[in-house]
């Protein structure tokens, strides 16, 4: 589902971001990316997303080469990718459902298949009672559930989030991670970058781990610090 | 919902959300081209009554008569030499009798004068319109020293200050009419960068949830259009508004015509509307070019 080939990316042709990643996600994996600020995690999501351009190397998502990928041709990758943020990204004059709905009409989606939709995915979120309530009327882990529905409306068959329980208390991001592991399940590649030791530690999913821009580690069922983990 | 419906309730949106700079930018617009419109109009107006002036006797040669010994036949052997002159369109002689009737019809209101003139004192005249109008002085130069001309009277000093009223108005009305379509453009592109900083939350997530370009691009496209059609209209409104006072002004004066055919004003409201337009769409062009990289 997504691949890198020995991509490097170079800003300002001085600070090395990432170096040399090599890594396979295969379709329904649930994937941390863990490390410390600066490793590259952000660096990385935004390579997938193609907000950035590698330097070297070669990036396919979805069996896309995006690295070859005209500019004009970027939107219908992202189309293909949800992505969830840890500010939320709301729109504050919108509603709930509109801000879902929003993800659909900038796609040129029909108003049924709008309504439909978007009724289905609040409804997978926990929020089906809150669509007509603005983002200030919510709390934190409602607003991240609204991020993920906008992001999963489209039913794109990649997600990635990048450190999205990052302004969540514990219980409320448990929430979240039982919400994205439920979309997990129905065949959707997850992508995370996290700080989160307690969340990586408690789902036991795969950890890529970066440092310095490098993958140092990579375990199918890992924890976020070395240690056990095959 | 239907795109195009989507589209521009999104661009009507966005303008009632910055409605102060929208209103900035159609005033600038609305002042701009009101002025490039009166350039364009003064243009016309000055070529108009160039015309008006450039048409009729160009030169005209004063004849001696019988007590100069100077026979009707010489009149007539001079005015048909004249004709065959290749800067000469046509020729038209005036006797003595026909000098005096147009004497009677220029002095209608001054009875008392006419009745003073001795017809006898009026000399014949030969009427000349030219080919090429800047030539009138060769023209004088070959007839001065005719022995049958008493003098030589040209409109050619009127005509090239004329002419060159006329080319100041033409070029500067040009490069006045030039520069405030180009500040429109210019006014037009800054609101549309006002207006994509306004919304740049909006149009990050829609990037990042994949809308094609040109579709977070035309909302601005068609609020650029808007701005420059509605600020031309209020310029071709109020040019309307100022037409028949001007024509009156012009009637008033009696020697220069102030008005212009509607023929033309009609012609000119439409290009200056659709320029109105093709600014608004530069404008945003410009406004957008450095903010919607993917």
């Known amino acids: 589902m997504i691949r890198l080939q020995d991509v490097t990316k170079v800003y300002d042709g001085a600070t090395v971001a990432v170096q040399d990643i090599e890594l396979d996600i295969q379709k329904g994996e649930f994937v ?52 969830v943020f ?33 009724e289905q995915v609040l409804d ?40 999205p329980t990052g302004n969540l208390d514990p219980a ?22 996290t700080h989160d030791h307690a969340i990586v ?3 036991r999913r795969r950890v890529v781990a970066l440092d310095a821009g490098t993958v140092t580690r990579d375990q199918r069922t890992g924890r976020y610090e070395e240690g056990t983990g095959t | 919902m239907t795109r195009p419906v989507y589209l521009i ?8 959300r910055n409605w102060m700079v929208v209103l900035g930018a159609i005033l600038a617009v609305f002042v701009s081209l009101t002025l490039a419109m009166g350039a364009v109009i003064g243009s016309e107006i000055v070529r108009i009554n160039t015309l008006q002036w450039q048409d009729g006797d160009h030169v005209i040669v ?95 000093t009127v005509l090239e200050s004329v002419s060159t009223v006329a080319r100041v108005m033409n070029v500067g009305g ?53 701005e420059g059609v509605v600020g031309a209209l209020l310029a071709v409104i109020l040019v309307a508004l100022f037409r028949p006072w001007l024509a009156e002004a012009g009637e008033a004066i009696d020697l220069i015509q102030l008005g212009v055919s509607d023929g033309f004003f009609y012609q000119r409201s439409v290009i200056l509307v659709a320029f109105g337009g093709l600014a608004g769409l530069l404008g945003a062009a410009v406004g957008l070019r450095r903010f919607l990289k993917v």
């Open chain 1, 32 to 83: 941390f990316l863990v490390g410390p600020s600066g490793s590259g995690k952000s660096t990385l999501i935004r390579l997938l997303l193609r907000e950035e351009e590698a330097t070297r190397g070669h990036i396919w998502v979805a069996g896309k080469d995006i690295t070859k990928l005209p500019s004009w041709k970027v939107p219908y990758l992202r189309r293909t990718v949800g992505t």
């Open chain 1, 86 to 118: 840890q500010d939320f990204k709301l729109l504050p004059q919108k509603t709930v459902g509109e801000n879902v709905a929003f993800a659909l009409e900038v796609i040129g989606r029909p108003r049924t298949v709008v309504h439909t939709q978007v």
């Open chain 1, 124 to 163: 997978l979120v926990g929020l089906a009672d809150k669509g007509d309530r603005f983002p200030h009327q919510l709390s934190g882990g409602e607003q991240q559930r609204v991020s993920v529905a906008r992001a999963f409306v489209n039913r794109p068959p990649i997600l990635l989030c990048d450190e």
């Open chain 1, 172 to 193: 409320t991001s448990v929430g979240i991670m039982r919400l994205l592991d439920r979309i997990n399940r129905t065949g959707t590649t997850v992508v995370m970058a």
């Open chain 1, 201 to 203: 530690d408690a789902m």
């Open chain 2, 9 to 16: 309730r999104e661009a009507l949106v966005n303008m009632g």
């Open chain 2, 62 to 156: 004063f004849l001696k008569g019988a007590v100069d010994g100077i026979t009707l036949e010489s009149h007539l052997g001079l005015e048909s030499e004249i004709n065959s002159w290749d800067i000469v369109q046509s020729t038209r002689y005036v006797d003595q009798a026909g000098a005096y009737d147009e004497f009677q019809q220029i002095f209608a209101n001054s009875p008392a004068l006419i009745r003073e003139v001795d017809p006898a004192s009026l000399p014949a005249s030969i009427r000349i319109e030219l080919t090429d109008i800047s030539r009138w002085r060769d023209v004088q130069l070959r007839l001065i020293d005719q022995p049958a001309v008493r003098s030589v009277t040209a409109q050619g």
């Open chain 2, 174 to 226: 040009t490069i006045l009419a030039l520069i405030m379509a180009g500040s429109a453009v210019v006014l037009i592109a800054n609101t549309i960068r006002m207006a994509i900083y306004a919304r740049r939350d909006e149009v990050a997530i829609m990037k990042l949830v994949g809308a094609s370009n040109w579709f977070v691009r035309i909302p601005f496209f068609i609020e650029g259009i808007l």
